[in-house]
């Protein structure tokens, strides 16, 4: 529901109560995660649980949530073995696995807004389901939302693949930083909702944090500071690290990192050329190219067509622990 902090605050100051109703488990395929929620007022829907197949079926429950205040818990989808409990609902799951669902209200004043609002501010935030509802402090519950601050993608060169680089990565939920020491490229206009850094990119790279979580494309073909950039951002503990160019700039750059003293384990870090082979050739397309290989390094997944795999589309994925 933490993803959903924006839109429900905005209903629960205009004086709306809401059930909120949160995936708390996952058996077997699913087309959503853990965590995943959707919102109903009596009228109006936040959110989705499942791309379409149980949102019927949710309503009708959240509707009694919402009459008698009284948090329910229900599976949606019955389990092959039949071992479905009293409160399980057969509806209509196209996947074929099962999901668990915690529905409780959400009242203007409740304690719990207090996370929403710490997750719209992008601070980290922990809100726990709990039988009878929603709590902040540490008693059992039996599912725990957690929202962090988001990752952030660092894009070193102000160009046209970084504008449409910076636009897709957004909505995946990056704090998206764009560095280049050239101000007249370096703008809001070109980068909407990006942080801009007017700064050479070795200088700002040397100081700024960067964590497991981050992603580090460079898309600049400046060899004044590219590969002094690109030693840094390898030798962090930065999660991707990916550079733009040809074969040939590939290669040169790789042996100026070699200079420079990078180790076969940092040089194997680094994804360059960047991007997956989709066949990308326009901005637009070359950052789908990007976020796809950025997506499949932090999954560890094989980039093959799922068409060629057999076994569960999504992983199943644990509760965390009470």
């Keep these: 529901m933490l993803e959903l902090a924006d839109r429900l605050l905005a209903r629960l100051h205009?004086?709306?109560?809401?059930v909120v109703a949160t995936v708390i488990g996952v058996d077997g395929s699913a087309p959503r995660t853990l965590?995943?929620?959707?919102?109903?007022?009596?009228?109006?829907?936040?959110?989705?649980?499942?791309?379409?197949?149980?949102?019927?079926?949710?309503?009708d429950v959240?509707?009694?949530?919402?009459?008698?205040?009284?948090?329910?818990?229900?599976e949606f989808g019955v389990p092959e073995d039949g071992a479905a409990g009293e409160l399980a609902l057969e509806a209509g799951l196209s996947c074929g696995g099962a999901l668990t669902l915690h529905l409780a209200v959400?009242?203007?004043?409740?304690?719990?807004l207090a996370a929403l609002e710490g997750a719209v501010r992008g601070e980290s935030a922990r809100i726990r389901l709990t039988e009878?509802?929603?709590?902040?402090?540490?008693?059992?519950?039996?599912?725990v939302d957690v929202k962090v601050p988001p990752a952030r993608l660092i894009i070193v060169g102000a160009m046209e693949f970084s504008a449409a680089l910076a636009a897709a990565a957004q909505p995946l939920g990056f704090a998206v930083t764009v560095c280049d020491p050239r101000?007249?490229?370096?703008?809001?206009?070109?980068?909407?909702?990006a942080e801009l850094v007017v700064q050479w990119p070795t200088e700002f790279l040397g100081g700024t944090e960067l964590d497991e979580r981050s992603v580090v494309c460079l898309l600049s073909h400046d060899d004044r500071f590219d590969a002094e950039a690109l030693l840094l951002a390898l030798r962090s503990p930065a999660r991707y690290v990916g550079a733009m160019g040809s074969r040939r700039t590939d290669a040169r750059r790789r042996a100026r990192l070699t200079e420079l003293g990078a180790s076969?384990?940092?040089?194997?870090?680094l994804h360059s050329p960047i991007g997956l082979d989709l066949g990308a050739s326009t901005p637009e397309e070359t950052a789908i190219s990007i976020l796809a290989e950025v997506l499949q390094s932090r999954a560890v997944a094989s980039a093959r067509p799922l068409a060629?795999?057999?076994?569960?589309?999504?992983?199943?994925?644990?509760?965390?622990?009470?």
């Excluded at 965590?35 to 309503?59: N, P, Q, R, Y």
């Excluded at 060629?308 to 009470?322: K, T, V, Y």
């Design 62 to 74: 959240a509707d009694r949530v919402l009459d008698d205040g009284r948090t329910r818990v229900i």
């Design 106 to 112: 959400l009242r203007p004043g409740d304690t719990a």
């Design 35 to 59: 965590g995943t929620s959707m919102a109903w007022d009596g009228e109006a829907v936040i959110g989705s649980i499942a791309g379409g197949c149980v949102e019927g079926a949710v309503l």
């Design 183 to 193: 101000a007249v490229f370096t703008t809001a206009e070109r980068f909407p909702g």
């Design 14 to 18: 205009a004086g709306r109560e809401l």
């Design 264 to 269: 076969a384990e940092e040089l194997a870090r």
């Design 132 to 143: 009878d509802g929603y709590a902040m402090d540490e008693c059992e519950s039996m599912f």
């Design 308 to 322: 060629e795999l057999d076994g569960a589309i999504h992983a199943r994925r644990e509760l965390p622990a009470r």
